[in-house]
């Protein structure tokens, strides 16, 4: 008889922001992504606290086509200067790969781009499914003043590339102004 991968429930413990069975879990503090803010100088004043940002709880399954990664983002409310508390943001390794996420708690912008220049953004609050369909970045901003927390499913060979964007982020940036919130340029991106 061939030997199946074993179905297997997971148990996400929003109170202690702990998963059952705990996998690799990703922690993201304003060091590890210090220049990708637009104010450096509220940036390096901050960096003395150095607060957490976000974290990643993964569920452990092959990386591979045949299975499903999923997993739990925890995203700290917060600003940098007067830009909001974000993920890193990236394309998939192999482009085409989509990605569900489901927002159960708080509240965010979801930021997508593709490499020919198309922008586009999406509103997240509890029980919001977003699509990122193939070839898409994306990156979540949470804009609300509670942790923004939401479930991500992808294919399992997708792979994760940070580059690009760590270097000159995306076509815009989520902010605070006089208490909204506004999408403005990226004053780094070059815009034709
Ligand atoms: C998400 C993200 C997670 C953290 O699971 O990986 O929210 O964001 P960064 O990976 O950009 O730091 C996802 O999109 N996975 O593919
Ligand atoms: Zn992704």
Known sequence: MTKHFKPFNTLYIDSQSILEPKGKEITRRLSDMVEMYQDQEAAQALLDENPLIYEVFNVEVP????????????LY???????????KGHYHEILNRAE????FKGEGKLVMQTQDGDYDELDMKPGTISYVPPNWAHRTVNTGNEPFVFFAAYPGDAG??????????????????AGTVKTADNPRYQFS
């Not at 590339?161 to 815009?172: D, L, M, S, T």
Request: proline content about 2%; overall charge negative.
């Open 63 to 74: 990386e591979n086509i045949e299975h499903i990664q999923h997993c739990i983002t925890v």
């Open 160 to 177: 994760h590339n940070y580059g690009e964007i760590e270097k000159i982020g995306f076509k815009k940036v989520i902010v605070n102004e």
């Open 100 to 103: 569900i996420y489901f927002c």
């Open 77 to 87: 409310p917060g600003k940098v200067g007067e830009e909001f508390f974000m993920t």
